[in-house]
């Protein structure tokens, strides 16, 4: 615990907030993710757990649970849990997009092979069922194996629908919450319902995680074609490169002409790709307002996720989600 | 149900009295597979459940569940969380082995991509945790998420071990316990906890499941150096060719000589196989008499399975799964 000052980002506040059970969450996460028989499992691990990120998934868990009261020591396990899958489906996603960095580093599918990346991943799958098990509520299983279920889906979905132009917003929106929401919205459930928090406020955490989980990818979808890349890390067009159809060629194409269809079924379809098009394909997202309405998609999101928030207690933890919710969208207002 | 008559192979008879419950398993399977968003989900896994294979393990489930006096329907979902399992990590095992064919057809990695293996195979593990929830049986679920982490941790160890000629027997127990025994003991205890069975009977079945699958397991890696390729499908020496390190060269290795452990180095660590490399492998496993002590140990475990079955009930299923014992080891013995 310590003073929240006003200019420390959303996500450090809870974490200083929550700085004694997230010590927890990291301690259970290197016991768990050790093995006694296969020394590659640790160090494969290791690798992506040392490189870190924010934590910002088990934070949420952590910090829904801490709102509604609860006393216990199973929000650890939980937290833990979500961590361990979101870690495992990072593991499959560098195999199935052949990344060569995570994080600012190599990725296990480079630094080992594949076959490693797809195993441990597999392993700690079963390790998180193992953790979300031990609290014994059966509706947190509810919750998480669902999770994880959705997830599955929305990557598989993605497979299909990422260079088909005949995707539109609602399955772009199926994909966003398979592969960021579903985690969210489940991390921030389980926090109320291990709490045993009144019905509507498990219903407003619910869709407090899948709205800012939702904000997230927008925003990040957006700033791949409007980012600074030295903020970013990433290059501006990667995602038109890699011909991934996201929410704002979506709506370039729904309002194309003949001409401008064609420059997106050459390009992103059939993946043929000319010097200047990522120029071309920048103007026609300005022409017909993409970017802007993009934008105005991630606002609206980032304000259901605060929305939410008003079914929930005061609490020091309410403000920094709210704040939370802000911050996410901030790069891009 | 019907009659059992004693020329029906024991996992037939075994088809046959749990019928009606087999046909539920596989209403439920087709039922779960489906999704409503990714139709390649399905087209993935129809593919392979539709190839079939004899259903061994949920077999198991029903049978030990109806052994010992089970009268719910739960046994259902177990036995179908058994087989996704099962089938996801065939799809996982296919893009690690680079595999071409399973169950007589081109495997889905070659079909489709390894993209898809990975991610319809963590479909499927997510939907076996799903179905296994539900029964709302924490200790069901303590036993089944163990069983998913040995069989990962299993077969990230083989990774590291498959090459290595310091794998020795203990370590060898352990990758079999995962990639093969470790689910089979898990199918065989969850029948006999859904169905309350004393824990005298459960440990049993436990021992039943594990023994089983070890002598499964050990009577596979022999027929690969002295099977008949026209029953086992497979060509002897394609476990020599891709250098693993199994119960029979473990062996050999074993009791080698230093111009014979040269040979092992230069053949399985480093791979430089030569012309008349098998036939001197061959006769290396001969000379130590490696094929004829590991057909003991293989033997040896199929008694120890049949000695737990002491601890149950008398039970038509009894006999068959002692039969079914014997029928593993059959063809070496």
Redesign the interface.
Known sequence: MGLDHAATKPHEQLARHLDNKMAAVNTLIRERMA?R?????PEVTAHLVDAGGKRLRPMLTLATADMCGYGGAFDVHLAATVEFIHTATLL?DD??DESQQRRGRPTANLLWD???S??????L???A??LM?EP?N?RV??IL??A??V???????Q??AARDLKTDESIYL?VVRGKTAALFSAATEVGGVIADAPEAQIKALFEYGDALGIAFQIVDDLLDYQGDSSATGKNVGDDFRERKLTLPVIKAVAAADETERAFWVRTIEKGRQEDGDLEQAMALLTRHGALEATRRDALSWATKAKSAMDALPDHPVRRMLIDLADYVVARIN
Chains 1, 2 share one sequence.
């Open positions: 093995s028989h296969a020394p590659r499992i499959h195999v199935v594949n076959k490693s797809v195993l441990v991943g597999d392993y799958f079963a390790r069922f193992q098990v014994g059966l299983l509810d194996s669902n994880a279920a997830i599955a889906e929305g990557e598989v979905l497979l299909s199926q």
